[in-house]
Every structure is written in C-alpha cells, then in structure tokens.
C-alpha cells in the first residue's frame, strides 16, 4: 500500500472544511495547520498500535514527512478531492506496520485520549467520574484491555483500534486498511471474539486463584486455634 492510493473527500471532511483547498492553494503556508489539527490524532493511534511513545512520536513525524512529500507530488485538483482523514491515518499505520515488524508491541492502557477529540471511555456522571475508586476501576480497566489488544495479531489489532477504539465506521476503516468492508469486519469479529475468549479465561484463573487463597487463608485461621 502506497500514499499514492489516496481516498477521495467522501467521508472524514466536512463541506465547510478549507483545508483541502487551502492545502491545493498554498501547500507550504497551510501545511502547519494539517499538523495541528492532527498530529495529536496521530500520535495517539500510533501509541496504541505501537505501545511505546518513542516510536508514536518518530511514527506520527514520519507520518507527516511523507504526506507533505505525497502532497507535493499532487496536482491541486486532487489534493482538494483528499479526504485527509482517512488518507493520514493510512499513512500513518503503514509507518507503524513497517516498524513493527519483528518487534512485539507492548501495553498500553486503551483510555489513553492525549490530545484527541474522542472519548476514551464511556461517559460517566460528573460526581461518579471524579470520584478516585471511580479513576483507579477505569485505569486498570484500560490497562487490562490495553494489554489483551496488544496480544492480537496486527490485522485484528488494526481493525479493532480503528474500528472500537477511534471511532471510525466500517466503511471509514476499510479505507484506511485498505481492504474491503467484509474483510475489515471478519477481521474485528474475530478479534473481538479473541478478546473476549482471553479476557473470560483470565478472570476464571483469577476466580480460582481466589477460591484458593480462601482455603489456605481458612486452613491457617483453623490451624491456629488452640485444641483444648
């Protein structure tokens, strides 16, 4: 997959957005703005396919390198049929795809929001979300989560971050991957199921880790009583 396959504006741009003309127009003066409006974006989704914030950040700079490179080979007619979105995400994931190659991605926590304009859970009520149990239940969640999605393989990975976790619509998602709306949805059903097979055996061994410490917790208290 190159950048050279680019998505036309069908999707991720509103009407009202000048971006993509402003970019046709003057690529280096509107270029800071495709920056800023995305690299938080960007880094975050690099973040949770990757695992590291090292890489995040070289990926999501790289990321612009090479659409700023895309852009200037652009003729202006087709950088203002861009669906930007969609277009950097795929940017950006061939990046992260091409580093993680041999390397195992590592945890990190899926309520991970920096400098995105999505939620990173469900919301709560005010008083409820503030309050610290509250806080700690979402962060080992995420953390818990985070480390189960880390453990799938990169096309189920993909799939599930883009689709559950960014937010993006099938559609959306097979753009971005490239590939066609039922594979995309085989590849988050069978990573959904993967998870949730995982995420049940995990909290049967901890059950039964439980159950355990009990009776040695119960045999200790009896054994200690003085025989009379």
Do not use: C
Not at 40 to 51: D, E, M, N, P, V
Not at 202 to 224: L, T, V
């Amino acid at each position: 997959m190159t950048t050279d396959t680019a998505p036309a504006k069908t999707m991720a741009e509103t009407p009202a957005d000048t971006l993509p003309d402003d970019l046709a127009t003057d690529l280096d003066g509107t270029f800071e703005r495709l920056v800023l409006r995305y690299q938080g974006r960007l880094y975050a989704f690099a973040l949770r396919f990757s695992g590291d914030r090292r890489d995040a950040e070289e990926i999501a700079q790289d990321a612009f390198i090479r659409a700023y490179t895309a852009l200037q080979g652009y003729d202006a007619p087709r950088i203002r049929l861009l669906a930007l979105q969609p277009w950097l995400y795929r940017i950006t994931l061939n990046v992260a795809r091409n580093r993680a190659r041999g390397k195992r991605p590592t945890l990190v926590p899926l309520a991970t929001d920096e400098a995105t304009d999505r939620p990173a859970a469900p919301p709560l009520a005010d008083q409820e979300r503030d309050r610290p149990e509250a806080l700690t239940e979402r962060r080992e969640l995420g953390a818990a989560l985070g480390a189960l999605v880390a453990g799938l393989p990169a096309r189920y990975r993909a799939a599930i971050i883009l689709r559950h976790i960014e937010g993006f619509s099938y559609p959306e998602a097979a753009t971005i991957l490239d590939q066609p709306i039922g594979t995309v949805k085989a590849n988050v059903h069978r990573g959904v199921g993967q998870l949730r097979a995982t995420w049940l055996a995990q909290q049967h061994d901890e059950h039964d880790e439980h159950d355990e410490n009990d009776k040695e917790a119960i045999h200790g208290r009896s054994a200690a009583k003085p025989t009379r």
